[in-house]
T-cell receptor
Framework: NAGVMQNPRHLVRRRGQEARLRCSPMKGHSHVYWYRQLPEEGLKFMVYLQKENIIDESGMPKERFSAEFPKEGPSILRIQQVVRGDSAAYFC????????????FGPGTRLTVL | GQQLNQSPQSMFIQEGEDVSMNCTSSSIFNTWLWYKQEPGEGPVLLIALYKAGELTSNGRLTAQFGITRKDSFLNISASIPSDVGIYFCAGFGAGSYQLTFGKGTKLSVIP
């Protein structure tokens, strides 16, 4: 029973490049959430998606950030024209259709912008 | 926005001691969750609480959802070295899908 999977685990980008982070939810989970964590901080909500729908993106920066959860395949968090301040750990969580309930987190993608 | 105040920020305890940490909120939460995070990993769900006053155990861990719905605590009994990590409280406000996290309690266990 595989948990939430994220890849890559580590991603290094130069300023101005694009970062693509992938998340496959747990089997049977149709809700996906993305969070960002800075060092020594708790996680901060970014976006909540269901298949082919963005439900709540109130925590996501208006520019350069986008997220999708297509009918087939993983959820993608995309950061265009990365800046040094985007360096952080990005976590994906999933939950079953009954919400709100416990969210189960993946291992995270650690993005470093040079 | 909603904020969670988690205390203490860090704890150093002897192996075998009991541990208590708590979380308070400025607003009402409908669900409280406790997570543990180890270096380089994602948070692992330990306990979920859904009703005011609810007391739930998971092995040596016990957590309670405060009657006022503005606080929760987590107790760990007879700590062992593998309890080391950062413990986060998190919660959902009314009608919200956004988990709000505390800043964490960093636990160190001295063998």
């Amino acid at each position: 029973n595989a948990g939430v999977m994220q890849n890559p685990r580590h991603l290094v980008r130069r300023r101005g490049q694009e970062a693509r982070l992938r998340c496959s939810p747990m089997k049977g989970h149709s809700h996906v959430y993305w969070y960002r964590q800075l060092p020594e901080e708790g996680l901060k909500f970014m976006v909540y998606l269901q298949k082919e729908n963005i439900i709540d993106e109130s925590g996501m920066p208006k520019e350069r950030f986008s997220a999708e959860f297509p009918k087939e395949g993983p959820s993608i968090l995309r950061i265009q024209q990365v800046v040094r301040g985007d360096s952080a750990a990005y976590f994906c969580a999933s939950s079953p259709p009954v919400t709100p309930g416990g969210q189960y987190f993946g291992p995270g993608t650690r993005l470093t912008v040079l | 926005g909603q904020q969670l105040n988690q205390s203490p920020q860090s704890m150093f305890i002897q192996e075998g001691e009991d541990v208590s940490m708590n979380c308070t909120s400025s607003s009402i939460f409908n669900t409280w969750l406790w997570y543990k995070q180890e270096p380089g990993e994602g948070p692992v769900l330990l306990i979920a609480l859904y009703k005011a006053g609810e007391l739930t155990s998971n092995g040596r861990l016990t957590a309670q959802f405060g009657i006022t719905r503005k606080d929760s605590f987590l107790n760990i009994s007879a700590s062992i070295p593998s309890d080391v990590g950062i413990y986060f409280c998190a919660g959902f406000g009314a009608g919200s899908y956004q988990l709000t996290f505390g800043k964490g309690t960093k636990l160190s266990v001295i063998p």
